[in-house]
């Protein structure tokens, strides 16, 4: 009966862990220009990103979490998508974390009213309102998501943006194979996508044309981003990898009686 009983809790601990998918990265900048008569200067790893979907019985979860080396900035972004909570509505929030201060934006979306409650606060004024939509309105994560899952490879959606605290027009294009990666990359990447054959990219653009996120698969597994077109690449480094870099930059500024208590906090 005992043993019966261990081995039922290691199944469930087991399942547990399965229904938590987390993705690392290394966000790295291209190596500035040549000055004249000096050699060139690479440019140091800019950011860390941890990704995670974790499925409960209450529902699912997407986040994504990036601490910046510079000035320990820290972006948290989580969004709860179907929910099996009575009443519970799909919910975006956005969290800029600074030493001195932060900013917080909230979403909840209810499809049925097509309608969006917008809170914001830690910026100069506090914010309350409601937005009403005629069109379907996805949340960035949750697109993405579906774009992981080939549920979505192209097409025009409008989302709701953080950044700029309202929505915006994003279009959606799949290539086959590797796009945008012609340029600068990481030698990380590089390695990386010399191991396997990425089968696609997909790219958000939006209204002018302009890049919103290029992002490159291998089946459903996320390989590389990019966050504007020239700019930095995130790309998959493993889990110790990871927490090894995030715990010497977060000793490199913070008390060391916080790094403990920010390493369980970012790097979960």
Not at 41 to 52: G, I, N, Q, S
Not at 55 to 72: K, T
Not at 87 to 112: I, M, N, S, Y
């Amino acid at each position: 009966m005992v043993l019966s009983w261990i081995l039922a809790f290691i199944l469930a601990a087991v399942s547990a862990e399965r229904r938590v998918r987390a993705e690392f990265f290394l966000v790295e900048e291209a190596p500035a220009a040549d000055l004249p008569g000096e050699d060139a200067v690479e440019t140091a790893p800019v950011a860390l990103v941890v990704w995670r979907r974790v499925r409960s019985e209450s529902g699912e979860l997407l986040e994504r979490d990036v601490y910046f080396r510079e000035d320990g900035i820290r972006i948290r972004h989580s969004e709860r998508l179907a929910t099996h909570v009575p009443g519970g509505l799909p919910r975006l929030v956005f969290r800029e974390l600074r030493r001195k201060g932060g900013r917080t934006w909230l979403a909840e979306l209810d499809r049925a009213q097509r309608r969006v409650e917008i809170t914001e606060w830690g910026g100069v004024h506090a914010l309350h309102e409601v937005w009403h939509f005629d069109a379907g309105v996805q949340m960035p994560l949750a697109l993405l998501e579906l774009v992981r899952a080939g549920l979505v490879s192209g097409g025009r959606f409008e989302c709701l943006e953080p950044l700029v605290g309202g929505t915006a027009a994003v279009f959606v294009t799949t290539h086959p194979g590797l796009v945008g990666v012609d340029g600068w990359v990481p030698a990380g990447l590089a390695a990386l996508l010399a191991r396997g054959a990425a089968d696609r990219t997909v790219e958000l653009r939006r209204g002018d044309g302009s890049l919103a996120g290029r992002f490159v698969f291998r089946g459903r597994e996320l390989l590389a981003s990019q966050w504007q077109a020239g700019g930095a690449w995130a790309y998959r480094i493993d889990a110790a990898d990871y927490h090894r870099l995030l715990e010497s930059w977060l000793q490199a500024v913070e008390k060391p009686q916080s790094v403990a208590e920010l390493l369980a906090s970012i790097g979960r």
